[in-house]
């Protein structure tokens, strides 16, 4: 009997085949590697117990003068300021019609058709009607003036809600709601909903659910476009932008439940930019920046165009020769994709390259100059800040900049970008994770149009690993700040569409729940060369239990063989292994294997060592 020791690699290798990485690791699930060793991650629960509407793509962080912790959080229906437990919607306003609505029922439906002259609102929007009157019947004064969802819109004047009680039910109008509602009718409209789906170009399908007639063609904007906002703090108050749409500005001081409102709105506002693609306020000199602005006194976004306020200023966007607003149009690309505030500069990716731009005071305010032509971003989320470096993802690889651009060596990039839905490319993002030095980009699979998978690179050992978002693992956001305890992420429960913010790094758990994690070897021989059959005739197993909870705790060692490459690998024996296990005598036979190590637990981790295996020749065939 020979006692062997094997001794893995450290990370996941999927460039060549499962035979050729012998020695390596070839496949995981939620699982990291630290010192060169596989653990399962962490886990994760709900920051709050309060749910929100849509799905959010972007998150942030800050924390008051007075040391109040807020989070904006930017979904495709609303927009909502945490704070404490509470989401707050501050969802802009985006017309208010007085006077001037009616309603009209019909006999044995909860269809109500509202009329409100040129109400531009889209399926999804939502519209709060006060001062009506009783229909007549079932559809009372209390039904009416609540807020709405409309469900479809009809012409450019009319639209349908279903009826509701206070309490949520559908109210059925019968024969006595002949009524419209009176004279006084007030309505009260959110912006625009955006879509949950990426949309490349024009088309069929760009658009909301029964927003224009079957077939036709619709342009692509702020509310036929996947929703992604971006958001920063001006001091106290909190900016955002949605991506081809509208810029808001919330006021802390009047209270958590005051809606944000448009720049423009703001009191002497001068030229503000109304439209634009993201928004950031610079961190030494506080300009407000805005990437892809409409140009002064037009109406439409220029995508390459970059403006900026006045120094400490949010309402002073004139420049004059006695402020320090102005404006470039960047000359690479044709549009801005996204924009990262780093060490003393701003990184911009447009669709063609990387830009640097630093703040360098008067007459320029701000110089701008190529990094990188060609390396771009697959999304305006898919760049991260770690490590004192930045670290992104575009249509075909990985790359970091550190004062210039170069591409990062990934032994799992077949496997992510040969099964990418670039058609929806938008929903990929970057996050980070500075305890266990990751980043990790989320992103969807070719058969997936929501995000199903990740890949995650540790900076320091220089290692990759790849997983699923399965397990309540669904992720749309991420965010990692001084402010918070823990990274913070938005996703959805197993099995629902109830949308929660999870604190990760913590604990063991999904939430309370079981989640399974595994890694698993590429094949390798049990002799030196491969030739002979062996014996397997003992396992001694080599893992670290953390926050071990019981002397039952487990983890599985599954040992699988083949004879040859192209066969099928079957499981020839597999093991338990408690903090109590010392060794298992186990019979199998192959000519070479692979090793499953995995657990499906709530309250404790793991972290594996090294393998060693008891085997004896055992003939050629």
Not at 318 to 335: C, E, F, H, I, K
Not at 404 to 412: A, I, N, W, Y
Request: hydrophobic letters at 35%; a negative charge.
């Amino acid at each position: 009997m020979t006692l062997a020791k094997y001794i893995f690699r450290p990370g996941i290798n999927k460039e060549s085949t499962n035979y050729a990485n012998e020695g390596g690791w070839y496949n995981a699930d939620k699982v990291r590697f630290r010192k060169g060793k596989p653990e399962r991650i962490a886990g994760w629960d709900k920051n709050s117990l309060n749910s929100f509407t849509g799905t959010c793509r972007n998150l942030y962080s800050y924390r008051d003068q007075g040391q109040t912790d807020y989070v904006g959080v930017g979904t495709h229906l609303k927009y909502y300021v945490l704070q404490g437990d509470d989401f707050n919607d501050i969802t802009p306003i985006r017309k208010t019609s007085t006077n001037s609505i009616t309603f009209a029922a019909t006999d044995g439906s909860s269809t109500v058709v509202v009329t409100d002259s040129s109400h531009g609102a889209v399926a999804g929007d939502t519209v709060t009607f006060t001062e009506a009157v009783s229909l007549g019947g079932n559809v009372t004064a209390n039904v009416l003036n609540q807020a709405y969802i409309v469900a479809r819109t009809l012409t450019v004047n009319t639209y349908e809600i279903t009826a509701k009680d206070t309490s949520g039910d559908t109210v059925t109008a019968n024969s006595s709601d002949s009524g419209n509602g009176g004279s006084a009718v007030d309505g009260s409209y959110e912006i625009n909903v955006g879509l949950d789906v990426y949309v490349k170009g024009t088309g069929w399908g760009a658009g909301t659910w029964s927003a224009g007639t079957w077939g036709s063609v619709s342009a692509i904007s702020a509310s036929s476009q996947l929703r992604i906002w971006s958001q920063d703090n001006f001091g106290d108050d909190l900016i955002s932008c949605i991506r081809g749409g509208g810029i808001y500005y919330w006021d802390e001081s009047a209270g958590a439940t005051q809606r944000a409102i448009p720049f423009s709105s703001l009191t002497s506002a001068s030229n503000v930019p109304t439209l634009g693609l993201q928004i950031m306020v610079s961190d030494i000199d506080r300009h407000i920046i805005c990437f892809g602005a409409n140009v002064i006194g037009e109406s439409t976004v220029n995508p390459l165009l970059v403006r900026w306020s006045d120094t400490e200023s949010a309402i002073d966007w004139t420049p004059t020769s006695t402020n320090q607003a102005g404006g470039v149009q960047l000359s690479q690309g044709s549009t801005i994709i996204g924009a990262l505030e780093t060490r003393q500069e701003i990184l911009i990716w447009t669709d063609a390259g990387v830009m640097s731009m630093r703040f360098v005071g008067e007459p320029f305010i701000f110089s701008f100059s190529e990094v990188a032509s060609g390396p771009s971003l697959i999304s305006p989320m898919a760049a991260v800040s770690a490590n004192n470096k930045v670290y992104f993802m575009d249509r075909g690889g990985f790359y970091v900049y550190s004062g210039s651009v170069s591409r990062l060596p990934c032994t799992v990039l077949d496997y992510i970008f040969s099964d990418l839905n670039l058609g929806q490319q938008f929903k990929c993002f970057g996050a980070s994770v500075e305890s266990a030095n990751e980043v990790i980009w989320f992103y969807p699979s070719k058969d997936s149009t929501e995000i199903d998978r990740y890949v995650t690179y540790n900076y320091v050992e220089n290692v990759w690993s790849i997983g699923t978002t399965d397990d309540g693992f669904t992720r749309t956001a991420w965010i990692e700040a001084e402010s918070l305890d823990y990274p913070l992420a938005a996703g959805k429960t197993s099995g629902s569409d109830t949308n929660y913010l999870y604190n990760h790094e913590k604990g063991h758990s999904n939430d309370g729940s079981d989640f399974s994690a595994y890694i698993e070897s590429s094949d390798f021989d049990l002799n030196p060369d491969g030739e002979r059959l062996m014996f397997l005739s003992k396992l001694i197993p080599d893992v670290e239990f953390r926050d071990q909870s019981s002397t039952d705790d487990t983890v599985t060692y599954t040992i699988k063989g083949r004879n040859y490459p192209l066969g099928t690998l079957s499981t020839l024996q597999t093991v338990n292994v408690t903090p109590e296990s010392s060794f298992t005598n186990i019979r199998a036979r192959s000519r070479h294997a692979a090793i499953r190590i995995s657990n499906t637990s709530t309250n404790y981790g793991w972290r594996v060592g090294d393998l060693r295996l008891e085997i004896r020749p055992d003939g050629k065939r």
